[in-house]
């Protein structure tokens, strides 16, 4: 019963997602030009054109706006707080434990001596993620970490820190002679040369596509679970339905935690590499 | 396998809006501006007095300790002073004390030997006092003895002599006798 009940749900979805039926998942996740606050409305966001490219607000620029200026907010509040007294209180514990967290167990460990120069960057970039993963688990929210575009903007970004980094300590030619390792036949010179070239583009890649694949699966996952209500067509799956799209909500809470760990964490480790070659 | 489907749906280009991996240059620009200026604004308010006020604390807190550290050590540098003092001074009162019953024994017997001493002697001085005083007496009585025995002697004599004589000398004994 069973069985037969789950493969013609499997044909049902099929057939449903042939016939564009998906779409209100991945309208989920995808772009979309209005915020939908069902049942409150929905807001049409401005469109607009530059030089023939399209600069149209879309829902996850909306809520990086929003991320932006809750990040700005609450750590207003944590420097009033910091120049009243410097025993932390209220939000500023939270914040505290976080760039305390970032600062002696993320870019302390992986860069060494100097990190304090790459500091903001990687503060910053752990904290906006943090913030973007989190705003996709509110109601009406909306992951702009699960947009490839974003990602892999913050994924050039660090990119071009790593880079610059790297350039900065050891020079331009000493930075790209660094990246060959030491100790090779001088044939293979060529060939290393253009693996580590790569290799340079594979990590922010790498970045870019961990990020938003993460953030991306549990959104679908939660909905195609919750999905099946409607297409097996019965009540007997809203438990169970329900449930795993709890389990998965609370992994999700997780996944956004390690997410932006592992965002800040690997930019902070190529960053070491770039910064201090011999190692 | 449900999921896969969805994914490769939604690849193919399921939703309106293009599929999950359409890269859209004005999210990329809004990206990047939006990054800066966060990256700016929290550098401006956030990052450096935080910081700062977080390395001005551990720095604070470090010296606290230190400072700590440094006032356990001489709290327990002065206890051990003191305590090696009072040990020393309680050596010293017992040093002081343990003299003090020594010589007091030592006084004590002294003391009571002294006074044997003298007790026996003045013992000894009464015994030969009295054995003086005692022989004396005996000669004394001796001599009295003596002279009585010689007078009555004399007198038993003298009355040999003549009657006259002795009613005389009777008479001028009992007129002794009689005037005394």
């Known amino acids: ?279 | 396998m449900l999921l896969a489907d969805l994914f490769v749906v939604a690849l193919a280009g399921g939703g309106e809006s293009g599929g999950p991996l359409d890269v859209n240059p004005g999210v990329i620009l809004w990206t990047v501006v939006t990054f800066i200026f966060l990256l700016l604004i929290l550098k401006k308010i956030a990052w450096k007095p935080i910081l700062k006020s977080l390395n001005e604390r551990e720095s604070f807190i470090k010296e606290s300790l230190e400072k700590a550290e440094v006032a356990k050590k001489d709290a327990e540098k002065l206890i051990a002073d003191n305590k090696q003092s009072m040990l020393k001074a309680e050596e010293e009162a017992k040093k002081i004390i343990d003299q003090g019953r020594e010589y007091a024994v030592k006084l004590k017997s002294q003391i009571l030997d002294e006074s044997k001493l003298q007790a026996k002697k003045m013992i000894e001085d009464a015994a030969g006092e009295i054995e003086r005083k005692n022989a004396e007496a005996y000669n004394k009585l001796k001599e009295q003895v003596a002279d009585i025995a010689i007078q009555s002697a004399e007198k038993i004599l003298r009355e040999n002599l003549d009657k006259e004589k002795q009613i005389k000398l009777v008479k001028k004994y009992l007129d002794d006798l009689s005037k005394n």
């Not at chain 1, 350039?167 to 060959?180: A, H, Q, R």
């Not at chain 1, 922010?204 to 939660?222: C, D, E, K, Q, S």
């Not at chain 1, 209500?229 to 809203?238: D, S």
């Open chain 1, 1 to 279: 019963m069973w069985i037969s009940d789950s493969s013609a749900a499997v044909d049902t979805l099929k057939e449903a997602a042939g016939s564009q039926d998906t779409g209100w998942i991945m309208h989920h996740v995808l772009y979309a030009r209005e915020l939908d606050l069902t049942p409150f409305g929905i807001i049409h966001l401005p469109q607009f054109h530059l030089f023939g490219m399209d600069l149209s607000i879309t829902k996850h620029v909306v809520f990086m706006w929003i991320a932006v200026l809750l990040l700005v907010l609450a750590f207003i509040a944590a420097r009033k707080s910091y120049q009243k007294s410097l025993i932390p209180r209220g939000i500023t514990n939270l914040l505290e434990v976080l760039i305390v967290f970032v600062r002696d167990e993320i870019a302390k460990p992986t860069i060494g001596h100097g990190f304090e120069k790459f500091l903001p960057y990687l503060l910053t970039c752990f904290f906006f993620i943090l913030t973007c993963n989190f705003l996709g688990l509110i109601p009406w929210g909306s992951t702009a970490t699960s947009n490839i575009s974003v990602t892999a903007t913050l994924a050039t970004i660090s990119f071009f820190v790593i880079q610059i980094g790297g350039i900065m300590k050891n020079g331009f030619f000493g930075y790209f002679k660094g990246l060959i390792p030491h100790g090779i036949p001088f044939w293979l010179l060529p060939i290393m040369f253009v693996v580590e070239l790569l290799g340079l583009f594979t990590k922010p890649f790498a970045l870019a596509i961990r990020l938003f694949a993460n953030m991306t699966a549990g959104h679908i996952v939660i909905m195609a679970l919750l999905g099946l209500i409607f297409i097996l067509r019965t009540y007997f799956v809203v438990p169970v339905s329900i449930s795993f799209a709890l389990f998965i909500f609370l992994l999700e809470i997780l996944v956004a935690l390690i997410q932006a760990y592992i965002f800040t964490m690997l930019s902070s480790l190529f960053i070491g590499m770039a910064y201090h070659q011999e190692h």
